[in-house]
């Protein structure tokens, strides 16, 4: 059965109650489609529209008896399917789910591949009630961009005031957010030449909040501009305190597509560097392939600037956006960073090890470095270095840590 047009909410609630008073439980999943509007504009409004039928249609296909799917928005499901007996389970729903992207769309005769993240709260297990069990399965689906597979089983119950943009204004403005640094190694030296930098929300009485849940919420809220001015600031003075304690290593900032579309941000960078004294090489931008293609024009004119002024460019998470490969042309990339979904297990599955293989290749022919993101054991990292990779980070080379705690021991380790 698929309603269309309905509060996810209100189909929930006589479904919660029902599985509560039978001792069953039931799993929420949460479908969000990504890169819409961007292939709204390259391939034209009957294109998305064709392509969001057959969506519907091929997750209608998988729904047993008792199931329900909900049009939350465009490119936006809900799933609710009864008799789920735990987490794994869950998970196993939602590979189901991810599996039914794996094959192109025919939209309006074009071959086009969607990218879905899925999110899973399960009743009883992370609560009773209706909207919340909604909000956490939203919350894992926010949460499941940030993971190899794009699957998140909800980890822990929200609160029901939840994060919103006033909480992280306050943190903003009153220091709740600090920078961690985590590695990044020269695989043929084995050495760490640097870091990127991530940010973390410590709150008060929330305690630690995700990335994937409070950068959307800069995103969707017009915060985005306060947070990228933190999160440049917050960088360059990392850089800049490194110098003074006698460490010379370069430090990465990923900005997302929403804050890269921000008006004047090639003047904010720039000016950052001057208020810090920080040396234009010293910086590291990474964009995402949804920045890239967001608008290409105005892109490639912000790059070519600061890549003029010395501040090197990464494309981040190549290969799991629908950018084509003749764009990279219009960039002034020096670096080129291989998601970790192709990393990640890349021993086990020749085809990931392949693509990893001719995408480290293909960045060198382009006269690009390559970082390997998601290098997890000390086997894929032998084999990157077979493979003439020049770079990688992952927690086989170091977790991410407070900047002040990674460089104290960075100055009390030297790399070898």
């Not at 799917?69 to 869950?90: N, P, R, T, W």
């Not at 919420?217 to 915060?223: F, L, P, R, T």
């Not at 022919?365 to 998601?374: D, F, K, L, S, Y």
């Amino acid at each position: 059965m698929i309603t269309r047009n309905t509060a996810m909410a209100d189909v929930l609630a006589p479904k919660v109650a029902s599985a509560l008073a039978e001792g069953q439980s039931l799993g929420i999943v949460c479908i969000g489609m990504q890169g819409l509007r961007r292939l709204r504009i390259h391939a034209g409004y009957a294109a998305v529209d064709e392509l969001l039928r057959q969506s519907a249609e091929r997750l209608r296909a998988i729904l047993r008896p008792g199931d329900e799917m909900i049009e939350l928005g465009s490119g936006d499901y809900g799933l609710v399917l009864a008799g789920l007996k735990d987490s794994q389970h869950a998970l196993l729903a939602a590979a189901r789910v991810q599996r039914q992207f794996e094959q192109p769309f025919d939209a309006a005769g074009q071959p086009v591949l969607a990218m879905v993240s899925v999110g899973v709260a399960m009743c009883p297990e992370h609560g009773d009630e209706p909207e919340l069990l909604c909000r956490q399965a939203e919350q894992a689906m926010l949460q499941a961009r940030y993971e190899p597979d794009r699957m998140l089983v909800c980890k822990s119950r929200i609160t029901p005031t939840g994060v919103d943009p006033a909480d992280l204004l306050v943190a903003i403005n009153e220091g709740q957010l600090s920078m961690w640094l985590q590695p990044i190694l020269d695989v043929r030296r084995r050495r760490v030449v640097g870091a990127e930098a991530l940010a973390r929300w410590e709150h008060p009485t929330k305690g630690f909040i995700s990335p994937g849940v409070f950068i959307p919420v800069a995103e969707g809220s017009g915060m985005i501009s306060h947070f990228t001015r933190w999160s440049v600031n917050a960088c360059l003075q990392q850089v800049s305190e490194a110098r003074k304690q006698g460490l010379d290593f370069p430090i990465a900032l990923n900005l997302s597509a929403t804050a890269f579309a921000e008006r004047g941000l090639v003047e904010q960078l720039l000016g950052g560097l001057t208020l810090w004294d920080v040396a234009p090489r010293d910086l590291v931008l990474e964009v995402t392939e949804t920045a890239i293609v967001a608008d290409v024009r105005r892109g490639a004119n912000q790059l070519r600037q600061l890549n003029a002024a010395g501040v090197r460019v990464s494309i981040d998470d190549f290969g799991v956006g629908n950018a084509s490969v003749s764009y990279l042309k219009e960039f002034p990339a020096t670096e080129m960073k291989i998601d970790q979904s192709f990393v990640t297990g890349m021993l086990g599955d020749l085809r990931s090890l392949q693509i990893v293989k001719a995408m480290i290749g293909f960045a060198h022919q382009m006269g690009m470095r390559v970082v390997a993101e998601g290098v997890e054991d000390a086997a894929t990292l032998e084999a990157l270095g077979d493979l003439n990779c020049n770079l990688a980070q992952g927690w086989a080379i170091g977790k991410p840590k407070p900047a002040a705690e990674y460089m104290a021991e960075l100055k009390a380790e030297p790399p070898r």
